[in-house]
């Protein structure tokens, strides 16, 4: 069996950079994907679908030194874990955690290096959008 998940969002917060007893490098950060549509009453409608992502290896590396939060990216990965928990409201929710096996930065030139392709094999034409930056109250973990 084979699962893959293709993910555009800007990054919630600057990732955060660890490393193993072995000495593996992780970086995770957190993941607003944003989705609109126009209802069936013509109102606009906003959904932000969060997922926490790990980077692994010379990947965690580049991601931790070239990307910062409201930072855009298409990450292709696996799902690793889904956990519920309720937020500040007492709504419930879930944390969908996500193991990158390939982080491609997205977003204007002058935020940081364009062309980065670490570890996948997508052309240069991946989509952008003009996601806003997230707000840290909206980060639910």
Do not use: C, H
Not at 44 to 65: G, I, L, P, Y
Not at 86 to 97: C, H, I, M, P, W
């Amino acid at each position: 069996m084979y699962q893959q998940i293709t993910l555009i969002g800007n990054l919630g917060n600057d990732p955060e950079m660890r490393y193993t007893p072995s000495g593996v490098a992780v970086a995770s950060f957190n993941l607003a994907v944003n989705r609109s549509w126009t209802g069936q009453d013509g109102q606009r409608q906003d959904k932000t679908t969060w997922f926490r992502v790990s980077v692994w290896n010379k990947q965690a590396e580049t991601v931790s030194q070239y990307l910062s939060k409201g930072r855009q990216v298409l990450v292709i990965g696996e799902m690793e874990e889904a956990r519920a928990y309720t937020d500040r409201e007492g709504n419930a929710r879930a944390s969908l955690e996500v193991k990158a096996q390939s982080v491609r930065f997205l977003g204007q030139r002058g935020d940081a290096p364009m062309g980065n392709d670490m570890g996948g094999s997508m052309g240069n034409s991946a989509p952008s959008s003009n996601n806003s930056a997230v707000q840290d109250e909206d980060i639910p973990f």
